[in-house]
């Protein structure tokens, strides 16, 4: 997936978003650290499109630095575990597996989860960046 397709997907982001919020309090992925775009550049694009909305739309993102080996699936199996339990389901419109830039969202009324994960292919570490509304 390239950076248009995945800003083309996050454009659906509003249309989910746009009735209203609920908030929803998950603590982060076991490990995560709190990250600044800065250190790293595919952490950067993947937190700046997922801010882009947050600025539209009221949701709110972090980013994460990830412990060493942690994979997307890793992240996306401690996310679907906690959220399903607080009876959100996976919306497929907003998953995106199998190249650099991995994400999911979820989707519980008018609430919003969505999570990324860049994994650490070029030395520079694993970063995820997690938005609500």
């Known amino acids: 997936m390239n950076r248009r397709t995945f800003m083309h997907l996050m454009g659906i982001v509003p249309v989910l978003a746009a009735c209203g919020s609920a908030t929803v309090t998950i603590a982060p992925y076991p490990g995560a650290v709190p990250a600044k775009p800065g250190d790293a550049a595919l952490a950067a694009e ?11 739309t ?3 993102a972090t980013l994460y630095k990830i412990p060493s ?5 890793d992240v996306k199996a401690y996310y679907d575990a906690a959220l399903s339990a607080q009876g959100f389901t996976i919306q497929d419109m907003l998953v995106s597996e199998g190249d650099t830039i991995n994400y999911c969202g979820w989707r519980s009324g008018i609430s919003l989860y969505l999570v990324g994960v860049v994994e650490d292919n070029n030395g520079d570490g694993a ?7």
């Open 127 to 133: 970063f995820m960046a997690v938005a609500t509304n």
């Open 69 to 73: 080996g942690t994979t997307y699936m």
């Open 58 to 60: 009221g949701v709110t």
């Open 46 to 56: 993947l937190f700046s499109t997922i801010e882009e909305v947050g600025n539209a």
